[in-house]
Structures are given as C-alpha cells and as structure tokens.
T-cell receptor, first 114, second 109 residues
Framework: DVKVTQSSRYLVKRTGEKVFLECVQD?????MFWYRQDPGLGLRLIYF???????EKGDIPEGYSVSREKKERFSLILESASTNQTSMYLC?????????????FGPGTRLTVT | GQNIDQPTEMTATEGAIVQINCTYQ??????LFWYQQHAGEAPTFLSY??LDGLEEKGRFSSFLSRSKGYSYLLLKELQMKDSASYLC??????????WGAGTKLIIKP
C-alpha cells in the first residue's frame, strides 16, 4: 500500500526559529513535492524534486529551502520562521514521468509560528 | 494568469446526486485531476481526464470539455462519508498542477 509519512502532525515554533519538516515515501517514487494549504486558497507549490539531489522552485519558494539526499526523503526547511508561514504543509510523491502521474499525499503538518 | 474556479461550498441530501463544477484558464493543458480531501486528512486521487468526455468510476464520474475549459465531478447515491472537500487541479504546459481552492460538500440526512 502506498505510503507517504510526515514527521509531525502538529508543530508550534517561535518566530526566527529554523524549522525542519520531513517527508518519507516508501513507493520508490522519483518525484516529490512540498505544498502549503491555506483556507480559501488552492494548494500552492513550494518546491519539487524529480530526482535525488535535484530541486526546483515552485510558485512560492521564498523563505523556504529543501533537501533531497535520498530518493525516499524530501525535507522542507524554513530558514527563519515567520508568522505568515503558519499553514498546513503537505508533502506528495508521484511515480516516473512527471506528466500524468497522480500524486500521493502525506497526512500533512499543521505548523503554527508564534 | 492561471486560474481554477470551483464553488466554495455545496449542500446535498443523502441518496441524491450532486455535480461539482470546475472551470479553468491555464497556460497549456495536460490533464485535469479530481481529489477528495476529508477534514484533517490528506487529499486522495479520484479521477483523471485528458480527453473530452465522461469517465465513470463507480458512484463517481468526471467530465471534461477542453474547448470550454470546464469539468465536473458527478457523485451519485450520496453517502454521509462523501462529506469532504473536492479539489480540482489542472496540469499545465510545464506539467505542474494548478489547484483550485476546493469545494466543501456537506451531506445532510
């Protein structure tokens, strides 16, 4: 069964802290994604990766960075957390050719920055 | 700019049929996805359309008209467990998914 896991369901951090969100998939998928989901807005793509050590900016990369050292793991880093980064963060993965592939999502991490 | 529009909220009765519409304006088109998301959970894949017409999958069907930039998700024989948000997403010319804000579907007994 397809599985994407995220390190935390809920996280509370202070402004200025460095935050690490971890995502692991066990499906041997090439592609991995990080989104944020806010009320009234669609999912917004932060970063994605089509291969190990590769990363590409999505629509809203400012204030974030990513790391993909192993195929199964994709980390999102908030260099210096700010209150406007309070959101639900969703990780997803998909197989092979980047087109036409459905994405499998993790359960999400609800991050609150105070 | 790129835009996906879908109603914010809809209400329907258990056992009935409901149609959730999605209109889109994107730079290129490489397919349209529908996902279901229960409150507090991850989105899960429902359907994919790349050619015009209707795709049926059990109680759920999805329709696409590329010339009109329009899709709908049809849910039949509604059950209480169908209460969820339904997300429409379009794969654009760069194969990136552009997401709508989602339609919250409320099912009443």
């Amino acid at each position: 069964d397809v599985k994407v896991t995220q390190s935390s369901r809920y996280l509370v951090k202070r402004t200025g802290e460095k935050v690490f969100l971890e995502c692991v998939q066990d499906m041997d998928h090439e592609n991995m994604f990080w989104y944020r989901q806010d009320p009234g807005l669609g999912l917004r793509l932060i970063y994605f990766s089509y291969d190990v050590k590769m990363k590409e900016k999505g629509d809203i990369p400012e204030g974030y960075s990513v790391s993909r050292e192993k195929k199964e793991r994709f980390s999102l880093i908030l260099e210096s957390a700010s209150t406007n980064q309070t959101s639900m963060y969703l990780c997803a993965s998909s197989l092979g050719d980047r087109d036409l592939a459905e994405q499998y999502f993790g359960p999400g991490t609800r991050l609150t920055v105070t | 700019g790129q835009n996906i529009d879908q109603p914010t909220e809809m209400t329907a009765t258990e056992g009935a049929i409901v149609q959730i519409n999605c209109t889109y304006q994107t730079s290129g088109f490489n397919g349209l996805f529908w996902y279901q998301q229960h409150a507090g959970e991850a989105p899960t894949f429902l359907s994919y359309n790349v050619l015009d017409g209707l795709e049926e999958k059990g109680r759920f069907s999805s329709f696409l008209s590329r010339s009109k930039g329009y899709s709908y998700l049809l849910l039949k024989e509604l059950q209480m467990k169908d209460s969820a948000s339904y997300l429409c997403a379009v794969s654009d010319s760069n194969y990136q998914l552009i997401w709508g804000a989602g339609t919250k579907l409320i099912i009443k007994p």
